[in-house]
């Protein structure tokens, strides 16, 4: 039987789909609660099925089971526990902001995002969006496996271009001298053609990356791919299949061992840095950081938008 052909391109949702899948607000709802309680709307609280529809108010349920006393039963709505809750704006907007943050290759600025939306202040949108990346930020993981690649980056500016008061303690690299100072550190670890876990680290001592790649990668791997960083020296003891590359003598790819593939996520991820977002503090890197890790984690997903409100 013939292999079929991966396609080369997945084609997420245009906008044109998103218009006529969510034509009015009514659309909108139907939608989140079909992804929320794909087989029947449970109470948030207890999951009781057993919820009944409220007949004075549309899009709101009463569940006796957690509150028993009739009419005094818990309340609750198709945005209770999401992040849509207690919003002031449209759900059809929220959608908006969401697919369109998935659409983007290398994300889009809230000073963007205010201007196409034509929200009332640049804060609403930042607002918004900050509310979508912290949604994402908590999707669960299976420890990769297969040949998986680790490596870590830096984001930033140099500290010595700093205003003097935002210089910090500059040190922070745990050995990476002038290449890590001032700079905010990532940690990631893809495996390849697989998914990828990125995370904001304080520094690369060895301590800290094995604590990572222990919570990111699975001991069953077939090859565990590093560079010559002394940080991994010592993951031989915990990953026999551990093999490095030696980029300082100008090799990058031996065989089945290099870092090319997670090296590509870096190039992703700093172009938005510093062509979509131009500044990102460190306070709120991880944000930015999991939504990058989400968009190409669904890359062939040709629902990430579905997959991001089952988050949401």
């Known amino acids: 039987m013939a292999r079929q052909k991966q396609p080369r391109q997945i084609i997420q949702m245009t906008v044109a789909q998103f218009e006529a899948m969510f034509p009015d607000e009514d659309a909108c709802r139907a939608y989140l609660v079909a992804k929320r309680w794909p087989e029947g709307v449970r109470c ?3 999951g009781n099925p057993g919820v009944y529809d409220l007949k004075t108010r549309e899009w ?8 028993p006393g009739g009419s005094t039963g818990y309340r609750f709505s198709h945005l209770t526990g999401t992040i849509f809750e207690n919003t002031n704006k449209p759900l059809r907007d929220w959608f908006r902001v969401i697919h369109y943050m998935l659409t983007s290759k290398k994300g889009v600025s809230a000073r963007q995002m205010h201007r196409v939306m034509g929200f009332g202040s640049y804060k609403t949108a930042w607002y918004m969006m900050h509310r979508v990346r912290a949604a994402l930020a908590n999707e669960e993981f299976e420890k990769l496996a297969g ?9 930033g500016g140099l500290a010595k271009n700093k205003h003097i008061d935002k210089r910090g303690g500059g040190g922070s690299g745990g050995g990476r001298g002038p290449l890590a100072s001032g700079k905010t550190i990532i940690a990631g670890a893809v495996r390849r053609k697989g998914n990828i876990v990125a995370r904001v680290i304080q520094n690369v001592d060895a301590s800290t990356l094995t604590a990572f ?9 077939s090859l565990l791919c590093t560079d010559q960083w002394l940080g991994y020296k010592h993951l031989n003891k915990k990953f026999p299949q551990h093999a490095s590359i030696n980029h300082a003598a100008g090799l990058y790819v031996v065989g089945a061992v290099h870092t090319q593939t997670i090296e590509g996520f870096w190039s992703i991820l700093k172009r938005s840095v510093v062509g979509t977002f131009h500044k990102i503090s460190k306070k709120y890197m991880p944000l930015y950081v999991a939504e990058a890790q989400f968009r190409y984690n669904h890359r062939m997903n040709p629902d990430i938008f579905g997959a991001a409100i089952e988050e949401c």
């Open 60 to 67: 709101h349920w009463q569940c006796t089971q957690c509150a």
């Open 44 to 46: 948030p609280r207890c």
């Open 213 to 221: 790649i222990e919570e990111a990668v699975s001991h069953k791997v």
């Open 147 to 155: 040949i998986v690649e680790v490596d870590e980056t830096f984001v």
